[in-house]
């Protein structure tokens, strides 16, 4: 009886770990493309969820963007759905990706019941999409309110400033 129940619940987290390591893998980004990836993942979520979800790539080329900031911008994307899907109860979401002089901005927004942005959240997702931010030198903008929706607003450079935030040494002439 235990053996069988153990043997059970072996399967289950071996199922389990099959599922989480299918949704880490990023289908072929240098093959397929960021913008291929981000409709494949909307399309796949639409599937199974009650939820409008746009995408739109603005005056902004894949070629424009590395491999790692796309990787990146992927799994910033990824995250936040999966925080809409579990958290929002919104019935519709927009991804709009864009270029504004040297900057990728990517903005994520749902009609959703939102949240009072003066509260610390310490949730795995939004702490994640904060790192991912941090670690391509970019910046984090969130408006919410109760019942007015959520939007995400992550700035990243396309080519990393690694003196950001940093004053510049002053150098001493004599």
Known sequence: MYLDKSSDLVSTVIEEIRALTKKLIIPG???????????TLVDDLLLINPIVIDFKAVHISEAEINEKLQINIYRIVQEQINNILKHSKATRAEIILSKEGNNVILVISDNGIGCNTAK???????RNIFSR????????????KPGKGYLIKVILP??????????P??????
């Open 133 to 144: 931010a941090e670690l391509c030198h970019g910046d984090i903008a969130v408006t919410s």
């Open 29 to 39: 980004i240098e093959i397929t493309g960021l913008f291929d990836n981000i409709k």
């Open 120 to 126: 610390k959240k310490n949730g795995v997702g939004i």
């Open 158 to 167: 396309l080519v990393p400033n690694r003196h950001k935030g940093k004053l």
């Open 169 to 174: 040494v002053p150098v001493n002439k004599a």
